[in-house]
């Protein structure tokens, strides 16, 4: 019984491929199987080429980011040391002649301590600004 269903259903999808033959141009067909090889040709070329450079892209970054991660490092401590500088000439300055140095730089105090607030976030800049407060009550009390 159970042959007898898969012939018959052998039969029917012999009958329905008959049918689309009729109804299908084979010169069609071909023409769209050429298609489709030219277009799948191309796509694994494309994926060839994609392949060897991420392949090489690969191996730039290897070779680059180890250089890349000491620069940055190196950027940073730069960094770190250099607002360090900055915070103990301020202080410096503060402690020689409060009077003539906030005369003379206060603009470009204001303006540092807004850059460093804004760059390096809040609490750089309220130290930074703790500073000036603790600097001009000096100027005031002298």
Known sequence: MANAGS????????EISKSFRTLIDS???DSLKH??????GRLQDSNAVLSHFNEYSENCLSDVSAEFSKNTRLLRSMKSDLDYIFLKLSFIMCLMSPTI?????????EWEFARIMKKDGFLLGFEMSTLALTCELSVLTE
């Open 7 to 14: 012939v018959s259903t052998r039969t029917a999808s012999e």
């Open 27 to 29: 010169q069609d067909l």
């Open 35 to 40: 298609s489709q090889h030219l277009i799948l």
């Open 101 to 109: 140095i906030f005369s003379l730089f206060s603009t470009v105090l």
